[in-house]
């Protein structure tokens, strides 16, 4: 008889790796203070983004096999 396995599901993303990047802002620049709080608002947002790009780069090296392949 031969025993049957199953495959191991690769482990999730964690939940705080996989959020949604911060919101467009889209309203009218009529000052130049406007246009300064949306270059911050716009370099955080992107700092955010990186960072879970980052954060799920070092998730998948920390669960890759021992062949190397991420993920799995």
Same mark, same amino acid.
């Given at each position: 008889?031969?025993?049957r396995t199953e495959p191991? *599901?690769?482990p999730r993303v964690p939940a705080a790796l996989v =959020?949604?990047? *911060? #919101?467009? =802002?889209?309203g009218p620049?009529?000052?130049t203070g406007a246009i300064v709080n949306r270059l911050v608002y716009?370099? /955080?947002a992107l700092d955010r983004c990186a960072? =879970?790009?980052? /954060?799920v780069r070092a998730?998948?090296? #920390?669960? #890759?096999?021992a062949d /190397?392949?991420?993920g799995r």
């Open positions: 008889m031969v025993a191991t *599901p690769a =959020q949604p990047c *911060p #919101a467009k =802002q889209r620049l009529k000052t716009t370099e /955080g960072a =879970q790009v980052d /954060g998730w998948d090296a #920390a669960n #890759a096999d /190397g392949r991420a």
